[in-house]
Nanobody, 126 residues
Framework: AVQLVESGGGLVQPGGSLRLSCTGSGFTNFTFSSVALSWVRQRPGTGLEWISAINPAGNGPFYATSVRGRFTISRDNAKNTVYLQMNSLNTEDTAMYYC????????????????WGQGTQVTVSS
């Protein structure tokens, strides 16, 4: 079965940075390098929010307005891993962060794709 495992979350002060990683495994009907990947977050008390996506080759990344210019998505297909570099973090970035397969795995605040990870918590606080 396909598994996506996120890591790299933690507690960081406002203005700080974190790099999240998500490694995939268990691919049978398709490969990690053949699919688009997204990062999604869920702030406390809110629905899922898509924040970034990257195509299979790693080109043309997409970002939500809320993170554009501060976050950078990248991938290493040789390592079956997608990354999210987060800079200039603020308290509004506090959330559980998930990686998922697909360009837009969230529909109206809920999952509408098949595969996502268990999440990694990011807390921005002084």
């Amino acid at each position: 079965a396909v598994q996506l495992v996120e890591s790299g979350g933690g507690l960081v002060q406002p203005g700080g940075s974190l790099r999240l990683s998500c490694t995939g495994s268990g691919f049978t009907n398709f490969t990690f390098s053949s699919v688009a990947l997204s990062w999604v977050r869920q702030r406390p008390g809110t629905g899922l929010e898509w924040i970034s996506a990257i195509n299979p080759a790693g080109n043309g990344p997409f970002y939500a307005t809320s993170v554009r210019g501060r976050f950078t998505i990248s991938r290493d297909n040789a390592k079956n891993t997608v990354y999210l570099q987060m800079n200039s973090l603020n308290t509004e970035d506090t959330a559980m962060y998930y990686c998922a397969i697909g360009y837009r795995p969230v529909c109206d605040g809920v999952w509408c794709e098949r595969y996502w990870g268990q999440g990694t918590q990011v807390t921005v606080s002084s």
